[in-house]
């Protein structure tokens, strides 16, 4: 099959199948179907089966990939159309994001620490609830290794968008905003991508929850890893 070929079959497979999990997610609820974990599955189970390498993917991840600038930025619609109710309650917002962020960068080096796994591992896991780019320069600023923090912040994504909205709502937190700056502050990306579903308002925290996050995790993480 010709490279553009295969290119083009990667983008559509990868498209039809995240479309076909949002479908399955609305008809059987549950975190398993989240669409983004679901979509991954199908896509994994396809290629392995066709024997398309990951090699034979990454054009079209990297085209995807490009397309990621432009819905990162789409992100400023909901945030401009929900600007007063943000503006309304920064400061609760923010300290619950300072906790927040602290909290998932605690308990991760003390779970590295508890099970004597190596510091670059810790140091790895620690920057796991932030956006990949973001986690990929501190990893490498406190001693951790970018691809294994990689690794770290799809798995905290990938978790934080099946179970999160869920163990929220067994919480019984219902708050729109609260749901979306929970989401945003340990899910980044992934986690935005699945709260947004929820209403623009959830969307628009979870992304700036996100961007806030990022910022204060490079700030606040190199002095605070080696006390930890």
């Known amino acids: 099959m010709p490279v553009n070929t295969l290119t083009l079959f990667s983008i559509v497979l ?5 479309g076909l999990a949002r479908l399955l997610a609305v008809r059987f609820p549950s975190p398993l179907t989240t669409p983004v974990f679901l979509s991954t599955v199908m896509i994994i189970l396809v290629l392995a089966g066709s024997g398309i390498t990951y090699q034979d993917y990454t054009p079209a991840k990297e085209i995807m990939t490009y397309l990621l600038g432009p819905a990162t930025v789409a992100l400023a619609v909901p945030l401009y159309h929900n600007r007063d109710v943000l503006l309304k309650k920064a400061a609760p917002a923010f300290w619950g994001l300072t906790a927040g962020t602290l909290a998932t960068v605690v308990s991760a ?7 004597h796994l190596t510091e670059a591992t810790a140091a790895s896991a620690a920057v796991k609830s932030v956006t990949t780019p973001v986690a990929i320069e501190v990893a490498r600023m406190i001693g951790g290794d970018p691809a ?3 690794i770290f912040v799809m798995i905290a994504g990938m978790f934080g968008a099946m179970f999160g909205p869920w163990l929220l709502t067994v919480m019984k937190v219902t708050d729109p905003f609260a749901r979306g700056l929970s ?22 925290v979870s992304g700036a929850a996100m961007g806030a996050a990022s910022i204060f995790t490079s700030l606040v993480l190199p002095w605070l890893f080696p006390l930890l």
């Open 14 to 18: 990868t498209v039809a199948a995240y």
């Open 109 to 115: 080096v003390w779970m590295t620490k508890m099970f």
């Open 148 to 150: 294994l923090a990689a």
């Open 183 to 204: 989401i945003g502050t340990t899910a980044h990306g992934i986690g935005t991508a699945q709260i947004v579903q929820e209403g623009s308002l959830q969307g628009a």
